[in-house]
């Protein structure tokens, strides 16, 4: 991750500067995601119950791993194929 922050700026394709951007939001996103999870399932656990909060903070936690594996497959395919990525900014795929 610290190399393709060091890299984000460099001199090089469109390709390999949209890639690096859309992976770099995609770390970023799944970081923040877990730390989200983490709040909720403690608050859930402490306002309802422990074991609702666990659920519910482990079925937004697959949701956010599918998420985060899409984005990741569809960066690869791009990059085997060395096509910019559309809309490299973006939250979603």
Do not use: C, N
Request: aromatic share 14%.
């Amino acid at each position: 991750m610290v190399l393709a922050h060091v890299f984000a700026d460099a001199q090089g394709e469109e390709w390999e500067r949209t890639q690096l951007q859309y992976l770099i939001r995609t770390f970023w996103m799944l970081l923040g995601s877990w730390l989200v999870l983490i709040f909720v399932g403690f608050w859930i656990g402490a306002k309802i119950d422990a074991g609702t909060g666990l659920l519910v903070a482990g079925l937004l936690a697959f949701a956010f791993l599918i998420l985060a594996s899409a984005r990741t497959i569809y960066a690869m395919v791009h990059a085997v194929r060395e096509k910019p990525m559309k809309r490299s900014r973006t939250w979603l795929v």
